[in-house]
């Protein structure tokens, strides 16, 4: 498996590396459990994520692009000043 660098902050660095010692596992290791619970805790708010971006993407383009930009698609194209796509 390969290895990729997470970057955090200093103090939430140092609450891994203390809780990771505490449990007698890798700060990696401490990492993915913590994820793996966080996931399993907050399955349905995922679930509904996927569900929004799944209806964002069925709306079309533009639906999608403002779904990624955090934004409605009135907001995007008032913005951008382009027209909407059919």
Not at 11 to 29: D, N, S, Y
Request: glycine share 8%.
């Amino acid at each position: 498996m390969a290895v990729s660098p997470l970057k955090v902050n200093a103090e939430t660095k140092e609450q891994i590396r203390v809780a990771a010692a505490l449990l007698g596992c890798g700060q990696a290791e401490l990492v993915r459990r913590a994820v793996s619970e966080y996931a399993r805790r907050h399955a349905d708010e995922l679930r509904a994520g996927i569900a929004a971006a799944g209806a964002a993407l069925a709306l079309g383009d533009d639906a999608a692009i403002a779904y990624l930009a955090g934004e409605d698609a009135a907001t995007l194209d008032r913005v951008t000043g382009r027209k909407p796509l059919k």
